[in-house]
């Protein structure tokens, strides 16, 4: 019996293995479109605050141009100064991976393009990591990097 149970066990466990990560890309992807969504309308003050309730009090923000950041506050006051009502942020369709980060959430990774608001232009592109925390039922993001910012040619 313990013999079958371990040859069970080998067998099904890459199925399991196969279907934790499906899942966790899944939710991530989720909270990417919504994240951004609330990001792409934050001249509205609701859809901002929707915004930041998605960082970490002490989020730590990387930006290759704009330095660093040490608070969900100082994200959203940038966020609000040079984004809102200005620039709209598209992820780059197939670019999105997902790695779990086992007792603690996951790293996201990818690339998106910007756009301006007042034409539509989508000029800037750039990779972005975000790591993911999973707290008492609650993802947040604990650390974002966007980096390598280029023409989108």
């Not at 080998?10 to 499906?22: K, Q, V």
């Not at 509205?44 to 970490?56: E, P, S, W």
Request: proline share 3%; glycine share 8%.
């Amino acid at each position: 019996m313990h013999i079958q149970f371990i040859l069970a066990a080998a067998i099904l466990a890459p199925s399991f293995a196969l279907a934790a990560p499906d899942a966790l890309g899944t939710t991530v992807a989720a909270l990417d479109t919504a994240a951004f969504d609330s990001f792409n309308r934050c001249a509205d003050k609701a859809q901002l605050d929707r915004h930041a309730a998605y960082f970490a009090p002490d989020v730590e923000f990387y930006h290759d141009q704009g330095g660093v950041m040490w608070s969900r506050e100082a994200v959203i006051a940038s966020t609000k100064a040079h984004i809102c009502g200005k620039v709209r942020r598209e992820l780059v369709a197939g670019t999105l991976e997902v790695f779990p980060i086992k007792d603690f959430g996951a790293i996201a990774r990818g690339q998106h393009r910007f756009c301006e608001g007042s034409t539509g232009r989508c000029d800037g592109l750039a990779d972005f990591t975000i790591v993911w925390r999973l707290k008492e039922g609650k993802w947040e993001m604990t650390r974002v990097l966007s980096y390598a910012h280029r023409p989108n040619t």
